[in-house]
């Protein structure tokens, strides 16, 4: 589990989890995230819009009400920060209002960043 632990941290900080992970697997983890967040430009529902979010600053859009703390947490959104967000979003942004309790699983999470790189970058 070490192991895979590191293999996975290594390729998101090259900036290769797309190398790690598989993208069909990781669209159907998607659909948790779908429940709450749009994959197309503009929408927000629940959550905000994912559509663009690689490389975007956290809490910036405009049509999304954002807790305070999301919006001073001065994210960006980087493969390597998704996963360890997606990891417990309570632990690396406390008081955040997403309600949900986080992945667990680094190769689940691994290959929902492969997804989301396909469809989002």
């Known amino acids: 589990m070490r192991a ?4 996975v941290a290594l390729a998101f900080a090259a900036g290769g989890a797309h190398a790690a992970g598989d993208a069909a697997r990781g669209e159907k983890l998607f659909g ?3 429940a709450c967040h749009a ?3 503009g929408p927000s529902g629940v959550g ?10 956290a809490g910036s859009l ?8 999301m919006k001073r947490s001065g994210i960006t959104w980087t493969p390597e920060t998704i ?5 417990d979003p ?5 008081a955040n209002r997403m309600p949900y309790a986080g992945m667990a699983n680094d190769k689940d999470r691994a290959d929902l960043i492969m997804y989301m790189l396909k469809v989002f970058k």
């Not at 895979?4 to 293999?7: D, E, H, M, W």
């Not at 309570?90 to 406390?94: A, S, V």
């Open 83 to 87: 996963n360890n967000y997606v990891a």
């Open 4 to 7: 895979r632990l590191v293999v």
């Open 48 to 57: 905000p819009s994912l559509f663009g979010v690689f490389d975007r600053k």
């Open 39 to 41: 994959v197309e430009r």
């Open 90 to 94: 309570q632990k690396m942004i406390p």
């Open 62 to 69: 405009d049509d999304f009400r954002y807790s305070p703390a």
């Open 32 to 34: 948790d995230c779908r």
